[in-house]
């Protein structure tokens, strides 16, 4: 039963670290942009995945945020909100929400001429929840066909990997220097008490023998 509690865990463990990178990691996608705006929108059970209020703005429970209305090269729209993240998390230190928002709109095309862009962003699209992800950058490309290397996304995954091989380095290396000697230490002691209890046990069995008139061996 333990062992598939154990197991249980660690499959949450990793499933929760899975969807952690996958929401936080920049992706890109090529669309075309359509339309962009400005809205006012109220946070509720979802205020989780928006992020902060622009550099220099209140915190509030309502205020403006801008998006991009955009569509695949497939035909099927998806919408990016427009917002910085300044020195929060995800650490990306966007500040010019305003300025991406005029280059999108300035990149504004339709079906008979379209403009395609490359989409950097972060988060996920979910018409359930009403979340967007968030647009982190735009450049022009050439054409639908275009395929984006996620070389930022692999550079911080192989940062993350050595940061974690190193911890656990440095935590066998503490285990071994320090905890391990304590545990034997302390099995040591266990044993020679265990020891003098046998010991003891077995003298007071054999004065409890000389009174039932057994000889003593």
């Not at 280059?103 to 979340?131: C, K, Q």
């Amino acid at each position: 039963m333990m062992r598939y509690v154990k197991w249980t865990l660690w499959l949450l463990a990793a499933t929760l670290i899975v969807a952690t990178l996958h929401y936080n990691l920049p992706q890109h996608d090529i669309v075309r942009i359509v339309n962009t705006e400005n809205r006012r929108v109220d946070f509720g059970e979802n205020a989780f995945f928006w992020a902060s209020p622009d550099v220099g703005s209140a915190t509030a429970e309502t205020r403006d945020v801008f998006f991009i209305q955009t569509v695949r090269p497939n035909g099927r729209p998806i919408v990016y909100r427009n917002e910085d993240t300044a020195w929060g998390w995800p650490p990306y230190f966007k500040i010019g929400s305003h300025n991406l928002q005029a280059r999108a709109s300035n990149l504004t095309s339709t079906a008979a001429d379209p403009v395609w862009v490359a989409m950097r962003h972060y988060g996920w699209r979910n018409e359930f929840l009403t979340i967007f992800p968030n647009a982190i950058s735009l450049r022009e490309v050439e054409g639908p066909e275009v395929r984006i290397f996620p070389w930022l996304s692999l550079t911080i995954l192989a940062t993350l990997a050595l940061i974690g091989l190193m911890l656990r380095q440095m935590l066998r290396r503490f285990r071994r220097r320090t905890i391990d000697p304590v545990l034997d230490e302390m099995g040591d002691r266990a044993d020679r008490a265990r020891d003098r209890a046998r010991e003891a046990k077995g003298g007071f069995r054999a004065w409890l023998d000389t009174w039932r008139g057994k000889p003593r061996r």
